[in-house]
């Protein structure tokens, strides 16, 4: 085999297994906090009692944004 086929062969090879990865499911998971200047919290869910009396917006962000904002989980969404 002449090395040019060899390259050619590898080449789309490359082409063949290097498709552009879909990200929808990156594993990022989604929680819900209070925008009122009260809550600490962050719930899995919008039904939570945590949430009823909320003074601001509910607001879904992800997991590593509510914990950079030094939230903790609710104690009524994630037991305890
Ligand atoms: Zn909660």
């Known amino acids: 085999m002449k090395p040019i086929i060899l ?13 552009p990865q879909q990200s929808e499911s990156s594993g990022e998971v989604y929680v819900y ?7 600490k919290r962050y719930h899995n869910n919008t039904q939570c009692r945590g949430l ?10 992800t997991l590593s944004q509510a914990k950079e904002a030094n939230r903790t989980p609710c104690k009524l969404c994630y037991g305890n």
Do not use: D, M, W, Y
């Not at 390259?7 to 498709?19: D, N, P, V």
């Not at 906090?33 to 009260?38: A, E, I, L, P």
């Not at 009823?52 to 962000?61: A, W, Y």
């Open 33 to 39: 906090v209070c925008t009122g200047s009260s809550s």
């Open 52 to 61: 009823q009396n909320c003074k601001g917006e509910i607001r879904r962000v």
């Open 7 to 19: 390259f050619s062969a590898l080449l789309f090879g490359q082409l063949f297994f290097t498709q």
